[in-house]
C-alpha cells in the first residue's frame, strides 16, 4: 500500500470547477516535467498556484501519492472540454522527475488505478490514455507499452516485470518458463536484443477475457443538422479521426475535439474518405466507420 495524502485545491480556485461527477473512467497521464524534485508533492504546489488552469485528481511518483480532488468533483485534464474525459473520470499524473524511479511510480500508479477500479465499479476498459480523449501524445511514456502497463494493473489475468539492469530477454524468458518469441508476441517487440531498463513487459499468456477498444466507434449516421448534432457519439468521431491525423480543427483548443458535428467536423470525415475510396459527403455512416475502425486496428 502507498501512502496517499489529501492535499485539496481549494474550495473557489479556477481549477476547481467544483461541478458533481460519478467517475466512470481513470485517465492515465504523464507529467512531462522531468526537472529534478518535480515529485508529487511539488506538482500539489502547482495546483495551489492562482494562475493555474489545469486540475487532475491525483499525482503519483515513486514513494507517495498526492489526492488533489475529492472524488465526486471533475477536474480539467482530460482536454475535451465538458465530454466525459474531464467530466467523468478520474485524472492520474504519473511523475518523471529526474531524481525518482519512474518504474516504481508506476507500479505505484498501477495499485492506485486497481484499487479505484474495485471502490467505484470502474472496468478495466475504461482505464485509458489521455490521448483517447483529445489527441495529444500522453502518457507519453506509456502509449509504446500501453498494453503492458494495463495488464500489469490486475484483472487482465497477466503477469507483468520490470525490465532491471542486467536483464536480457532471454534472461527474463528463462526466469518465468517461456520462450523468446513468446515475449516479442505478447509485447510486440520486433528486435529481442532493444529493451530498456524500466519497461514493463508481460511475462505470461494474456488473459482471453475482452480487449478494451481505445477508439470506441458509435453506429448509426452522424451529418450536418441544423442545430449541429452533439454528444459523447460525437466525441467518439473526433477522438477516432484525430488518432488518424484527421483533426476537426488543427492548432485550435482540442484540436477541434469539442463533442459538436459542426462543419470543421463534417469536413475531417469528408477529407478522410476523400483518401479512402469513399464518397467525400462528409456523412459518417457504417462504411466510413468501417474504414476508419480498419486505419485504427
Not at 500539489?44 to 492562482?50: G, S, V
Not at 532491471?164 to 520462450?179: E, H, N
Not at 509485447?187 to 514493463?200: M, S, T
Not at 443538422?225 to 488518424?244: D, I
Amino acid at each position: 500500500m502507498v501512502n496517499i495524502i489529501q492535499d485539496f485545491i481549494p474550495v473557489g480556485a479556477n481549477n476547481r470547477p467544483g461541478y458533481a461527477m460519478t467517475p466512470l473512467y481513470i485517465t492515465v497521464h504523464n507529467t512531462a516535467n522531468t526537472a529534478v524534485g518535480a515529485d508529487a508533492a511539488a506538482h500539489a504546489r502547482y495546483l495551489k498556484n492562482p494562475d493555474t488552469t489545469t486540475s487532475w485528481h491525483f499525482t503519483v511518483d515513486d514513494t507517495e501519492i498526492y489526492q488533489h480532488l475529492p472524488l465526486n468533483e471533475n477536474g480539467w485534464h482530460a482536454g475535451d472540454g465538458n465530454g466525459s474525459g474531464n467530466r467523468a473520470s478520474i485524472g492520474i499524473e504519473i511523475c518523471e522527475n529526474a531524481d525518482g524511479d519512474f518504474a516504481k511510480a508506476t507500479a505505484n500508479a498501477q495499485w492506485l488505478i486497481k484499487t479505484l477500479m474495485a471502490e467505484h465499479n470502474i472496468s478495466l476498459a475504461n482505464v485509458v490514455p489521455h490521448k483517447y480523449w483529445s489527441g495529444k501524445e500522453c502518457p507519453r511514456k506509456l502509449l509504446d507499452t500501453w498494453d503492458s502497463f494495463k495488464a500489469g494493473i490486475g484483472g487482465g489475468g497477466s503477469q507483468t516485470y520490470v525490465v532491471k539492469q542486467g536483464d536480457t530477454l532471454t534472461s527474463i524468458a528463462r526466469a518465468f518458463g517461456v520462450t523468446v518469441a513468446q515475449l516479442q508476441e505478447w509485447n510486440n517487440i520486433e528486435d529481442p536484443n532493444l529493451i530498456r531498463v524500466g519497461q514493463v513487459l508481460i511475462v505470461s499468456a494474456p488473459s482471453a477475457a475482452e480487449k478494451p477498444e481505445l477508439y470506441p466507434l458509435p453506429d448509426g449516421i452522424i451529418q450536418l443538422t441544423t442545430p449541429y448534432t452533439s454528444g459523447e457519439h460525437v466525441f467518439q468521431v473526433q477522438r477516432a479521426l484525430a488518432a488518424l491525423y484527421f483533426y476537426p480543427d488543427k492548432g485550435a483548443v482540442n484540436n477541434g475535439i469539442d463533442g459538436v458535428y459542426g462543419p470543421k467536423t463534417a469536413d475531417a470525415v469528408a477529407r478522410f474518405q476523400s483518401v479512402n475510396g469513399l464518397t467525400a459527403d462528409g456523412i459518417y455512416g457504417p462504411a466510413t466507420k468501417e474504414k476508419i475502425a480498419a486505419q485504427l486496428s
